[in-house]
């Protein structure tokens, strides 16, 4: 069996699936194996992991025959991975060689069993970076309920030590996920050292209805955090208060560099 289990759902990404599985088999941590869940894509994403996969059985394609969404695709993914350590990496971003390698040192040596990490911004090429997401060193429940410094494409999950892990079919699914497991107050998220991973942002990430994101937000503090309708209004406040100031300094100043203003 593999140590580490990386899930990667996966639709119409034709476009950028080859650099991300290309991430992969860079690592220099070997001991892996990649679950790539295709969402029914109407391109030829499937074609592009089938070449890789022909030549590598450590790289699994499963297809489904209808659109199901991110959080079923992951949820498939984990009951069929075999490795200890369940990774996320979606099908449009990139680690760096060292990510694998770095962060379960990271986990073994500090007995943890969530971890996270910093990780750069970038819209077409990882070597003109918008920006860098520097992320808290630790990450209780309460903290994310506040603000969620945890980007999915950073995260390692240690089964042996969090043997659940449900990815509710949620707005925010990252985020719903993140707070279902933290709400075990046992579990803190640590931040593993460096900035080895690379976020792809699109034009939607930049231009995104702030209101509909902040009323998921509200379902996902009163119906996966559970709650009371006081708390929730008092951290959607400070989320919203958060999302107004990253918009002014950090994702103004990606527009900016992005030539988009």
């Known amino acids: 069996m593999p140590t580490i ?32 869940i295709d969402d029914n894509s109407s391109d030829k994403s499937c074609l592009v992991v089938e070449q890789f996969s022909i030549n590598n059985k450590k790289i699994k394609l499963l297809r489904f025959s209808k659109n199901n969404g991110a959080a079923i695709s992951r949820r498939e993914a984990i009951k069929l991975a075999t490795g200890r350590y369940i990774a996320f990496l979606d099908s449009d971003d990139i680690w760096h ?9 990271f986990m073994r040596k500090n007995k943890v069993s969530f971890s996270y990490g910093d990780y750069y911004i970038f819209k077409d090429n990882i ?48 985020l719903a996920t993140w707070l279902t497991i933290l709400k075990d107050k046992n579990i803190i998220a640590q931040k593993y050292p460096g900035t080895l991973a690379y976020y792809r942002i ?36 400070i989320y919203i208060l958060k999302g107004i100031l990253k918009h002014y300094t950090k994702y103004n100043n990606l527009k900016k560099k992005s030539g988009d203003i």
């Open 97 to 105: 060689e060292s990510k694998l390698k770095i962060q379960l040192e």
């Open 202 to 237: 699109s034009e939607n990430s930049l231009s995104a209805n702030k209101i509909k994101e902040i009323k998921k937000q509200f379902y996902v503090l009163k119906k996966i955090a559970n709650l009371n309708i006081i708390k929730a209004i008092y951290c959607l406040s």
């Open 5 to 36: 289990s990386i899930i990667t759902p996966m639709f119409n990404a034709e476009k950028y699936i080859k650099k991300t599985i290309t991430s992969v088999l860079n690592q220099t941590f070997e001991d892996w194996e990649l679950i790539i």
């Open 127 to 174: 070597l003109n970076k918008l920006g860098e997401f520097k992320a808290k060193h630790r990450v209780s429940f309460a903290d994310i309920c506040l603000s969620c410094d945890i980007g999915c494409l950073t995260v390692m999950i240690d089964r042996k030590k969090i043997s659940d892990i449900t990815i509710p079919l949620s707005p925010k699914e990252d």
